[in-house]
């Protein structure tokens, strides 16, 4: 008997962890299945450290195509009566009196004047190899949108991670943990992962996917997932589907709660926004409950002591309140110059409750 009294909190305590086992197995088998694709891990090669700061280039615009070039045409004299000419004007030379050059371009016709004096008639068999030639050299040269695409894709990060140590508070006790903001690329497909783990509290992943492409970040899912729970976004060419099951139009330029790190700090790197205080940045920003236009005011520029990058000077951003917040979530942010214009602290607040800090302690770049 009494051997059997010791068995039963071990019977206990299995049948407790088997029903715990189960659970957790339904549960993850009943979430919806994830909208992201899976990327490889990045391989990161070198630590970034502080460089001195320059201005950023101008905002990238479209150059316009060279105009054809001009030739200009010699006008002949205007005749002369032979009895009013001196002989000694006899071999003065030629004089050309008109007051307006005369251009001869790609759209007047051979009639409109005589050929420019540097043009030369080629034989039919010599024409037709210089067309041939100049053909083949169209044909191999990148055409100006594939050199647009490349320069564009040329001006984005290397695959990157930030490491962060967060601190914060949660009512009245204190946070502490760690975070990453992760970016990588293959080809035009990128993937930015957030991941914010708070020692015995909660863990949060938030990860965009989507395209890169002249005009920015082309987000096409977002996903949050946080203790077990995933909520989704998927971004359509023209709507934006909820994680509810509704829809919205899909406006331009809209990014999500992970791909606004990485979309500003391209912006502040290529010279699209100023990092002035005084100016403000705004976008829409999809989440799983609905798309929102942000704007953030940039606020002052400060001196951070960071654990092993020593004092970096960073600009902070501070988001308005929206009109339809469905929460008191808000993230501040400060970016770099001298880091890449990466986002070097993340304060998180959620309201008096809670609030999250995540300051860099390390970068790494492939």
Known sequence: MAGRARLIPWLALGVLLAHGFALEWVADHLQPMTVLRKMPDPLFTRLVTPQATAAPPAAMQAVPPARPRERRARLPAPPVAAASVPASAASAPEVVAA???????????????????????????????????????????????????????ASWPTDTRLSYRLGGHFRSGELYGDARVQWQRADTAYQVRVDIDITLWVSLVMTSQGEVTPAGLLPRAYEELRRGKRRAVQLGDTQVALDNGRTAPRPAGVQDTASQFVELSHRF???????????????????PGAVDYWTYDIVERELLQTPNLGVIEAWRLKPRPIANPRGNITAEMWFAPSLQYLPVRIKVSMGNEAQVDLLVDRIEQR
């Open 99 to 153: 007051k307006e050059p005369f251009v001869i371009g790609p759209d007047v016709p051979a009639s409109a004047g005589p050929a420019p004096a540097d043009v030369v008639t080629l034989p039919a068999a010599a024409a037709s190899a210089a067309v041939a030639a100049a053909s083949a050299a169209a044909a191999s040269a990148p055409s100006p949108a594939a050199s647009a695409g490349g320069a564009a894709l």
């Open 269 to 287: 790197a290529t010279g699209q926004e100023k990092l002035e205080v005084g100016r403000t940045v705004s976008f829409w920003m999809a989440r």
